[in-house]
């Protein structure tokens, strides 16, 4: 607990930034913060925007030892370390530490979106329906056996198999039955279709390598920075270093992953009470609020909030009226009211900051436009439903801003909210189906290019196609396309075309690209927010505390 | 005739046993007394009696409760298959997870096999760790929480006695005057605040201000509540400021309504000194309804204390139970709710007995 400076006496600002971050999850607390207004630090309310900032800094000499401290809100006995089961965040931090990825996801600006993990080289053939990895010597297994071929084949075969998480994208492109290993050091992977990007999709967290012959996770054998020490699932895990890690031992002697937080406000607290170092994903308006108590870092991102249209219902299938709820939105109030600064305006084109996204396409906002479409498509007062829930911060203010904007075009749009528990199931109103016709829906982390995300939600047969995207011949012609295409410059061109076409007439309004926001004590150093993930997607072996 | 037939019948009916019969049912002359459940043991043994036929009325209750949360969870929307599955869940992928956890057997065959299973000290696995892979006995999962939930409650509870006797005995004392209405007014403000205020004010004053105490009561495994002690002050403060509250108006109330009896005004007229008088007459027959409050509030600690651990972060087995809830999983929500029935219903019965072994009075009105 460190020493802090005060103002004599408890000013109402301090009382209700102290209750900001006591007062729990309660609908309260984004008032409170919003009433704290200002930090000592900026002196405007509302409309400045955060800056941009990686967080800690990463110059200077390592200092070997101590446990970093990672505070994340708890998942309960669901909480796993098995890779192929990962779902959350408590789940990723912790297999991305134990495990390593043949390829690990990169901030943005890096080609490929991609660099070299477990693989040290992809070489596709002329069409890139078929793979050769190349493998990286010397690694070992926390056990000691060295990584070879055979594990590499073991963990891409499982990840066909109905246990794997990683199964419905996977199964879309990889020819499983005929993965094999050419040497000790090289594996073949032929593909069902090219995937010029291939390598991005093998850094999905549930692709992280697994040893030959896994069965079980109880005590998880990987090649990661960290070694299995102890987990109590919804409570807390206690990794200790590997000395023998082929990046080099890391400074942190341990790691504890403590996701015994039941809310972020917990935290908060628990950063400013020396508790924990760093609490990744946390809610704008507390960052906000915070900002001038603890290091907060600030990174673009590929994830999205978006209202999603599904274009194969009425009153969607009319492409008018698609252009315009298109039009009718001012994404600008979004980034300011909902996230508080810390997103940018949304362009329907999904996969900010990755590779070939389209920058330069923007979205319109024009309301007068939007009621003349409406007009001319015989829907000037339409009344519909739209479904959301408060999974993240920011889906449901997402929800309720969307209606009022609407309601000025003549749209009337009734929000529905449901519990996050039920906000995925396949019971009516069923998730991705045609019995949620508008509804609001989130990405927080994206295989790292377009091409697994179109995978996971732009084509006919994608797995999570929660716009009914691809379903009339022809629409996916572009997408596989460019999805094949190994030249860049014009895989530039084509998934330009593709994001062209999303924008005019997909179904996907997204609101704002969201940034990545963790919050950090002063003592971290070397650990950044990137627009990889959290935490630089949750890499920790290259941090140290001062 | 008539007369002497009637005198000879009244003096033959006692009167005394009718009028007691009518009072209490149970009491008085063999042949009045109606059956009822350990008869003879009632007759010889009131207090026994009494306690055999509330523990059973109370396994009863117990298993009343049980089937009704069993069932609870199944009604709730979501299952355990589907939330544990997130986004990934399809129609097929949730039929196979929810096949191999069975839960598609039909819900009085799964009942049944639970209880038989709480009966025997098997209280299984968590279903939503099953559904992810991982085998995490129940027992395991909660003893931690529960035995944190204990600590909280003991050391509350050992400081909340002392201190709302002495406050609502001062208060009644003092009726009306400068003291009372100090104390009375202070408890109910602080009745009147929500918990999680009291917990946020108490974290500004003590640690955004002070920087005295923790504002995180966490415990890591492998730790205990006293590994670091320091950390319970605030959470114990909360509790303290919501229970004290509600408990010495209570305790103000039963003291000043037996000082206003007949045997305390004799006592003090036969010139008993004033502190025998407060202790001897007053506070014990304060003491039944003293009993009472103390009873719900080692209820309300152990079980019900949800928000004051969500605040401070302590894992306690509330927060455990709305986890569990969360998730929807079968088998550790009964559990737990379960075990919280069964220390409920134990905690009536125990509060009960006192109160009957402290008003002799009673044991034969039973």
Known sequence: MGARNKDGG??????????????????????????????????????????????????????????????????????????????????????????????????????????????????????????????????????????????????????????????????????????????????????????????????????????????????????????????????????????????????????????????????????????????????????????GRMVIGNAAGPGFIAVCMRINEAPFSDLRVRQAFKLLIDRQAFVDNVFD?????????????????????????????????????????????????????????????????????????????????????????????????????????????????????????????????????????????????????????????????????????????????????????????????????????????? | MGEEDARRAVAAAPAPALAAAAANPGAGLSGDRPRRAFGDLAGRRPVLAFLLRRVGAGLGTLLVVSLLLYVAVQVLPGDVAQIVLGRTATPERVAALRASLHLNQPLPARYLAWLTGMLTGHLGDSTAALAQGNTVPVWQAIHGPLGNSLVLAGITMVIFIPVCVVLGTLAALRAGRAADHVISLSALSVSALPEFLVGTLLIVVFFTELNLLSPIASISPGQTPFSDPAHLVLPVLTLLGISTAFGTRLLRASVAESLREDFVAMARLNGLSESRVIWRYALRNALGPSIQVIAQMIQYLVGGIIITESVFNYPGIGTALVQAVLVRDPQEVSVIAAILAAFYIGINILADLAVVLVVPRLRTRL
């Open chain 1, 341 to 546: 600064g810390y997103a940018t305006p949304g362009n329907d084109c999904i996969g900010s900051t990755l590779q070939y996204w389209a920058s330069d396409i923007k979205a319109t906002y024009d309301p007068q436009k939007a009621k003349s479409l409406l007009k001319a498509a015989g829907h000037e007062s339409l009344s519909l439903e739209l479904l959301t829930s408060p999974v993240v911060p920011g889906m449901v203010e997402s929800g309720t801003l969307y209606a009022s904007q609407a309601k000025a075009v003549g749209v009337t749009a009734n929000i529905r909210q449901l519990s996050p528990s039920v906000y995925y199931s396949t019971a009516s109103p069923g998730y991705a189906t045609g019995q949620r016709p508008l509804s609001v829906n989130y990405w927080n982390v994206l295989p790292p290019s377009l091409s697994g995300f179109y995978l996971e939600a732009l084509n006919a047969h994608a797995p999570f196609n929660e716009t009914a995207w691809g379903l009339a011949a022809g629409q996916d012609k572009l997408f596989y396309d460019a999805l094949a295409e190994t030249d860049p410059a014009k895989a530039g061109d084509k998934w330009h075309a593709v994001q062209e076409m999303q924008a005019a007439q997909g179904g996907y309004i997204t609101v704002a690209n969201v940034n990545y926001v963790d919050a950090y004590s002063s003592k971290v150093r070397g650990i950044q927010t990137t627009s990889a993930g959290d935490l630089n997607n949750f890499t920790f072996r290259s941090g140290w505390l001062a």
């Open chain 1, 10 to 291: 408890l000013s109402r600002r301090q009382l209700l930034a102290g209750g900001a971050v006591g007062a729990a999850a309660f609908a309260g607390a984004p008032l409170l913060a919003a009433c704290a207004g200002s930090t000592p630090k900026s002196g405007g309310a509302g409309a400045s925007t955060p800056p941009l900032n990686p967080g800690p800094q990463s110059a200077g000499t390592p200092v070997k030892g101590g446990t970093l401290r990672v505070g994340l809100v708890t998942n309960g006995n669901a909480e796993t370390l098995d890779v192929q089961k990962a779902i959350n965040t408590p789940d990723y931090c912790r297999t991305d530490s134990l495990f390593d990825p043949l390829f690990f996801q990169a901030p943005s600006g890096t080609p490929g979106g991609v660099y070299p993990g477990l693989a040290v080289a992809a070489e596709p053939n002329a069409d890139a329906t078929s793979w050769v990895l190349h493998l990286r010597d010397g690694v070992t297994w926390h056990d000691g056996k060295p990584l070879t071929a055979d594990d590499v084949v073991f963990t891409i075969r499982s990840w066909g198999s109905a246990a794997s998480y990683f199964q419905p994208l996977a199964s879309s492109i990889i020819d499983f039955k005929n993965v094999r290993k050419l040497s000790a050091r090289t594996v073949q992977v032929p593909l069902v279709r090219g995937v010029a990007e291939f390598p991005s999709i093998t850094s999905w967290y549930n692709g992280y390598v697994i040893q030959d012959g896994t069965t079980n996770f109880g005590k998880p054998v990987g090649t990661g920075p960290f070694k299995f020490g102890s987990f109590t699932p919804g409570t807390s895990s206690t990794f200790t270093a590997n000395p023998d890690y082929w990046k080099g031992r890391p400074n942190f002697d341990a790691l504890v992953v403590n996701s015994s937080f039941t809310d972020d406000p917990s935290r908060l607290n628990a950063i400013l009470s020396g508790d924990i170092d760093t609490a990744p994903g946390v809610p704008q308006a507390l960052a906000k609020a915070n900002s």
